[in-house]
């Protein structure tokens, strides 16, 4: 095997000892500032170029996880307000239930005319309550128990809890029929849904009509109710509302699904990001000692280098 002819020319205009030096002192400065930036900002990939694609998927995977922290927030905002809702109907039934004790009472005939004025009365009161209850049920300035008078009630409305345009999968539809009118009008008069068609009030359900079926004055009934009918009335009146709160918990299950669901998704996307981007500390730590080491002897080398042109002053 031939020996590797080594160039011993001693040369005062080409310093190839000096070059060689400056090439790897940038190179251990380039990497010595390298992991300077990534230990002081905790990333690997802080520009394009220190990994094209990565950057890349490093920015859309940012992009993903910012959307779904809005989508996670569009489902909480979407649970208060049916939470909102639950919780007017939840006092609205307590008023319902009220008015059947009292209608209870008045259903005894130990009662004489004062008391059952003063229970008419009381019913009175409970069901203008239910009427300013429905009246200001209202969510970012949504009334959620105006019925017709609403988009809502109508379309119905949708949370926004994805983080593409495709209806089906990043969005929830939040039925008309959650949005139904809650005054005493809408709650008391009968539909075909309750089987009370016996009970047709034909526009009287207001609350004097209400207070005044306990002496059975309500005009537009097929018979006068009795209080002791008005106690099955209510009791329809009381079921419909279950119903309805039944209906806004099986929508928010789903939103509360929802939520779970975004935060797997934002918690696998940071963990695919950290992987990606985050830089190891320990590993940059390395390469920062490694990288000083190697400036500074390049630093003492490229001194000992400038000076072997010198050498050719001897032989003058």
């Not at 009030?201 to 006068?224: E, H, M, Q």
């Amino acid at each position: 095997m031939p020996e590797r002819s080594i160039d011993m020319a001693l040369t005062i205009n080409t310093n190839i000892s000096s070059m060689i030096v400056q090439n790897n002192l940038a190179k251990s400065t380039t990497a010595l500032n390298t992991a300077i930036e990534r230990m002081t900002t905790g990333f690997k990939i802080n520009h394009a170029a220190d990994n094209a694609a990565g950057y890349s998927i490093a920015r859309n995977w940012e992009a993903q996880i910012s959307s779904l922290d809005i989508a996670a927030d569009n489902a909480a905002t979407g649970a208060d307000m049916l939470s909102t809702l639950e919780d007017n109907y939840s006092l609205i039934s307590s008023h319902v239930q009220r008015v059947r004790d009292l209608t209870e009472q008045a259903a005894n005939g130990t009662y004489g005319t004062q008391s059952l004025k003063a229970i008419k009365s009381e019913i009175g009161a409970r069901l203008e309550e239910i009427n300013r209850i429905a009246a200001n049920c209202e969510f970012n300035g949504i009334e959620l128990m105006k019925g017709g008078d609403l988009k809502q009630a109508d379309v119905g409305l949708n949370i926004q809890v994805g983080i593409d345009g495709n209806s089906e999968k990043s969005s929830i539809h939040l039925d008309k029929s959650l949005f139904q009118a809650g005054d005493v009008q809408s709650l008391f008069t009968v539909n075909g849904e309750t089987g009370l068609d016996d009970y047709a009030f034909t526009g009287c359900a207001d609350a004097d009509a209400v207070i005044d079926k306990l002496s059975g004055d309500c005009a537009g009934l097929n018979n006068s109710m009795s209080a002791s009918g008005m106690l099955t009335y209510l009791d329809r009146v009381i079921n419909n509302i279950s119903n309805r709160v039944t209906t806004l918990g099986a929508a928010q299950n789903r939103i509360e699904s929802a939520v779970e669901s975004i935060g797997v998704q934002t918690e696998n996307l940071t963990s695919s990001l950290s992987t990606l981007r985050d830089a190891d500390v320990a590993t940059e730590s390395s390469n920062y000692i490694k990288a000083q080491i190697l400036q500074q002897a390049s630093a003492t080398l490229l001194a000992t280098a400038n000076q072997s042109p010198s050498i050719a002053l001897n032989l003058l």
